[in-house]
C-alpha cells in the first residue's frame, strides 16, 4: 500500500482529477479519499493575527503553543501559504 498525500482546491462543480504518478502501475486500485472539513472563515479585516514572538538575545523566536509533531506544523503552514498566495494569484 502506498499514500499519496496532496492539498486540493475543490472546485464549484465538485470534480476532481488526479494524475498520478508515472510508477503507478494501470489497473484496478483501492482508492481511500479523506476530505478534512474547513476551517472556518475568518473575516478579512485587513489586519492580521499577531504572531506570538519574544526576543531571545539578538534573534526573534516563535513563542506560542506547537501541538504535535513540529514536522506538522510547518507543513500545515507551508500548505497555509501556498493556499493564501494561490488565491491571491488568482484574483
Not at 16 to 40: A, C, F, N
Request: proline share 7%; no cysteine.
Amino acid at each position: 500500500m502506498r499514500t499519496i498525500e496532496a492539498t486540493m482546491l475543490i472546485a464549484e462543480d465538485r470534480k476532481l482529477v488526479l494524475q498520478l504518478p508515472s510508477d503507478v502501475s494501470p489497473g484496478e486500485h483501492r482508492v481511500v479519499l479523506m476530505i478534512d472539513e474547513p476551517k472556518p472563515v475568518r473575516e478579512e479585516t485587513g489586519e492580521h493575527e499577531q504572531t506570538p514572538t519574544r526576543w531571545e538575545g539578538n534573534v526573534l523566536v516563535y513563542d506560542g503553543v506547537v501541538e504535535g509533531p513540529i514536522e506538522d506544523a510547518v507543513r500545515q503552514h507551508r500548505e497555509e501559504r501556498i493556499q493564501h498566495l494561490m488565491k491571491q494569484a488568482l484574483q
